[in-house]
């Protein structure tokens, strides 16, 4: 075992590198959007050194897939480098974390070591699991409000609106992600970009399949000059009955579901009222 001064300066070091790192790594950065309207005005900036460091935890695959979880995620304000800053910082204070428990509890070495090896591995881990858990949810989120919003876009083209004028209507309704990535496809268009590819660059962002089959569609009707307002009422009817048949699905699926927690909880509750007077009566008359 380290001594009580060596273990107090290791936790204070810890807790020291685990702040600054995540004081690093919640700098917010600036989206894909703002860098264009800013190479527009002949703005430059250079990334700071930190965050080039920081990059080289992951290798080109692995920044990319981090990335595309964060264009998933909405977290395009983080970059690759500042999540491993996280992991890093969740690394380090789960690591004080194992110290400060060990000497507290005056652990064996055995303990001590597994301790700090389990609240390092969780540290650096739950960066990462909040990452994912963004993702689910901003799907989700998604989902929701798709049919709305083809609703919306709708009623609008065939009130007599062109596509671009109902999606600026319809970003200001829309909340949540959807209406936050209908900004960010009307800003690139306002800069230059062509319609078809500012809503391809939204479904690669967000990677959600509904979306995705609602773009290529869009852009399929446009190129052939189909009526744009039969095929949003159509996808609309499609990601309802999608959304039903899902809702459907999780129903099937609450049966099995249920099975463990009656047979933990709910089972053992009916035994008792059922048998707990014949026991009782039981263990009564041979006590008697």
Known sequence: MFGIPIIIIAIAAGFAIAVGLLFVSLTPSKSEVSKRLEQLEEMRFEPGQRQEAFAKIFNEDQRGKLQQQLYEAGWYTVTPAKIGARIIAGAVFGFTIGISLAAWRHSTELLYIAGIVLFTIGGAYLPLSQLKIAVKERKIKITKALPDLLDMLASTVQAGLAFNAALAVAQEVA??????????????????????????????????????TTV?????????????????????????????????ELANLMPTKMVLPMALFMLPALFVMIFGGVVAQYLSSNSQ
Not at 216 to 232: D, K, P, Y
């Open 175 to 212: 909340v949540g992600p959807l209406g936050e990535e209908l900004k960010a496809v009307l800003s690139e268009v306002r800069l230059g970009r062509s319609r078809s590819d500012a809503l391809k660059s939204m479904s690669m962002r967000v990677r959600q399949e509904q979306l995705a």
């Open 216 to 248: 290529t569609a869009i852009v399929q009707a446009e190129r052939l000059g189909s009526n744009l307002a039969a095929v949003l009422e159509e996808l609309a009817e499609e990601v309802r009955n999608r959304r039903m048949i899902r809702a459907e």
